[in-house]
């Protein structure tokens, strides 16, 4: 007699996309689940005969993918979605943006912001963001009971903030947060220096000695327009990503944001270095920034992940939408059609950005022994019909609107389109208070 083997749940979809192998399509199988993590990925009709599950999620006529990983991320700015747009890069940031932080920012801004974007980013089936924000401790806590996972910047800039007035509090406090939530299986962390513009030598000097201490990355906005460059060889003497490299920056910690301007020779340091790149071309597009050299970058062998940016300059965190547009701009940039092809685009929305946090071990593929970050897109609806295809419906028909179910570390956070832990009125109520106290604070940039 065959002894049926007990799981948590069992998920079969009609398409099971794994990552790994990239370009891998396995029609009509499933994955079966115990205990947070992947226990096997086999034929339907194998797993039945196999597994005795507690729960069955069957969706004949989906695809099930892995979470996707934002890897750039400002998530509490979700409640300054579309406060100043058409705006260059400065302006936008002296004239609005820090002006408004100045006014609102603080813990209950921090949580009701990245409460907003969890929400967000589940109905898009984005399981995991790499944050770059204030008030580390707030986001921490806010994103564990949310069951989100997170990798959680730990900010250091040269002006004071209501986190932190001086250089030395951003590290002391850095230190405190990272000690408190050392080993948590949903939170990790990152330093987050904002940019080579607000960040001194000796600040990034010190930042390489405790990112290799503690052996975590560093996450940090680089060449993201042509006035950065321009102003780092009045002031500095050289470029930006030639100062980190001299500060011991430029090695395989470094998620480096944007990367809009760079040489032949700055994409061969980053390939021979093991910098990450988080490529985000719809901030890059909305902010006229420039356009991150993909295609050039990955055939150099350089890890480029796709991120959305922050909500007050993309205006929105679907990876869906923006892995789309990644793929259309390295073709239009590359002058070649076959630049980041599908199977390449839904690796750089998922593996690709778990690699670049030191979480590919875990996160990013559906393979057994990794943890159960799912999403199952359903392709059944007319404006998907026909389908050829199934990787390359998913970046360039698909939309976060068809996914309907999610689950990280195996727990259901979204149902048939429902949120599971988080009430979605009461979240709409929250923003539209945020809304009419952020639209009353004065700005220098504002039109009267």
Same mark, same amino acid.
């Given at each position: 007699?065959?002894?049926?083997?007990?799981?948590?749940?069992?998920?079969?979809?009609?398409?099971?996309?794994?990552?790994?192998?990239?370009?891998?399509?396995?029609?009509?199988? &499933?994955?079966?689940?115990?205990?947070?993590?992947?226990?096997?990925?086999?034929?339907?009709?194998?797993?039945? $005969?196999?597994?005795?599950?507690?729960?069955?999620?069957?969706?004949?006529?989906?695809?099930?993918?892995?979470?996707?990983?934002?890897?750039?991320?400002?998530?509490?700015?979700?409640?300054?979605?579309?406060?100043?747009?058409?705006?260059?890069?400065?302006?936008?940031?002296?004239?609005?943006?820090?002006?408004?932080?100045?006014?609102?920012?603080?813990?209950?801004?921090?949580?009701?912001?990245?409460?907003?974007?969890?929400?967000?980013?589940?109905?898009?089936?984005?399981?995991?963001?790499?944050?770059?924000?204030?008030?580390?401790?707030?986001?921490?806590?806010?994103?564990?009971?949310?069951?989100?996972?997170?990798?959680?910047?730990?900010?250091?800039?040269?002006?004071?903030?209501?986190?932190?007035?001086?250089? $030395?509090?951003?590290?002391?406090?850095?230190?405190?947060?990272?000690?408190?939530?050392?080993?948590?299986?949903?939170?990790?962390?990152?330093?987050?220096?904002?940019?080579?513009?607000?960040?001194?030598?000796?600040?990034?000097?010190?930042?390489?000695?405790?990112? &290799?201490?503690?052996?975590?990355?560093?996450?940090?906005?680089?060449?993201?327009?042509?006035?950065?460059?321009?102003?780092?060889?009045?002031?500095?003497?050289?470029?930006?990503?030639?100062?980190?490299?001299?500060?011991?920056?430029?090695?395989?910690?470094?998620?480096?944001?944007?990367?809009?301007?760079?040489?032949?020779?700055?994409?061969?340091?980053?390939?021979?270095?093991?910098?990450?790149?988080?490529?985000?071309?719809?901030?890059?597009?909305?902010?006229?920034?420039?356009?991150?050299?993909?295609?050039?970058?990955?055939?150099?062998?350089?890890?480029?992940?796709?991120?959305?940016?922050?909500?007050?300059?993309?205006?929105?965190?679907?990876?869906?939408?923006?892995?789309?547009?990644?793929?259309?701009?390295?073709?239009?940039?590359?002058?070649?059609?076959?630049?980041?092809?599908?199977?390449?685009?839904?690796?750089?929305?998922?593996?690709?950005?778990?690699?670049?946090?030191?979480?590919?071990?875990?996160?990013?593929?559906?393979?057994?022994?990794?943890?159960?970050?799912? &999403?199952?897109?359903?392709?059944?609806?007319?404006?998907?019909?026909?389908?050829?295809?199934?990787?390359?419906?998913?970046?360039?028909? &698909?939309?976060?609107?068809?996914?309907?179910?999610?689950?990280?570390?195996?727990?259901?956070?979204?149902?048939?389109?429902?949120?599971?832990?988080?009430?979605?009125? $009461?979240?709409?109520?929250?923003?539209?208070?945020?809304?009419?106290?952020?639209?009353?604070?004065?700005?220098?940039?504002?039109?009267?």
């Amino acid at each position: 007699m065959n002894v049926l083997q007990p799981c948590d749940l069992l998920i079969e979809a009609g398409h099971v996309v794994p990552v790994v192998p990239k370009g891998a399509v396995l029609a009509d199988h &499933a994955v079966a689940v115990k205990d947070g993590r992947i226990l096997a990925v086999l034929p339907r009709a194998e797993a039945r $005969a196999r597994f005795l599950p507690a729960e069955i999620v069957s969706r004949p006529e989906a695809a099930l993918i892995p979470g996707l990983v934002n890897i750039h991320t400002h998530n509490p700015m979700t409640l300054l979605r579309g406060v100043a747009d058409d705006l260059p890069l400065m302006p936008w940031l002296q004239e609005h943006i820090w002006p408004i932080e100045g006014a609102v920012m603080g813990p209950d801004y921090i949580a009701d912001g990245i409460e907003l974007a969890v929400a967000e980013m589940l109905r898009g089936g984005t399981t995991t963001c790499n944050e770059n924000y204030f008030f580390p401790d707030v986001q921490a806590q806010t994103y564990k009971r949310l069951g989100f996972r997170a990798t959680v910047g730990l900010p250091v800039i040269e002006f004071p903030s209501p986190w932190a007035r001086t250089t $030395a509090e951003y590290f002391d406090k850095a230190l405190e947060v990272f000690d408190a939530w050392r080993g948590d299986p949903l939170i990790r962390f990152a330093f987050a220096p904002h940019a080579p513009y607000t960040v001194s030598d000796a600040s990034f000097e010190r930042i390489n000695m405790l990112s &290799a201490q503690l052996d975590i990355p560093i996450h940090c906005h680089v060449h993201e327009t042509a006035q950065e460059i321009t102003d780092s060889q009045a002031q500095h003497g050289q470029r930006p990503l030639a100062r980190l490299d001299r500060l011991g920056i430029v090695d395989a910690r470094l998620i480096a944001v944007h990367m809009t301007q760079l040489t032949e020779g700055e994409i061969k340091l980053c390939a021979e270095r093991g910098v990450h790149i988080a490529h985000c071309p719809q901030s890059n597009l909305k902010l006229a920034s420039g356009f991150c050299p993909v295609e050039a970058l990955r055939t150099a062998g350089v890890n480029v992940a796709i991120g959305t940016d922050g909500c007050a300059s993309n205006n929105d965190l679907d990876m869906f939408e923006e892995t789309r547009h990644a793929a259309l701009l390295a073709k239009a940039v590359a002058g070649d059609a076959r630049a980041l092809d599908a199977a390449s685009a839904l690796e750089a929305a998922t593996l690709a950005g778990a690699k670049a946090l030191g979480r590919d071990d875990e996160i990013g593929s559906i393979e057994p022994g990794k943890q159960a970050d799912l &999403a199952l897109v359903d392709l059944s609806e007319l404006e998907l019909q026909p389908c050829y295809h199934v990787i390359s419906h998913l970046i360039y028909v &698909a939309t976060r609107h068809q996914v309907s179910d999610v689950w990280i570390a195996g727990r259901p956070k979204l149902r048939d389109r429902r949120l599971i832990d988080i009430d979605a009125e $009461a979240l709409k109520a929250k923003a539209k208070q945020w809304s009419r106290r952020i639209a009353d604070i004065p700005r220098p940039g504002a039109q009267p």
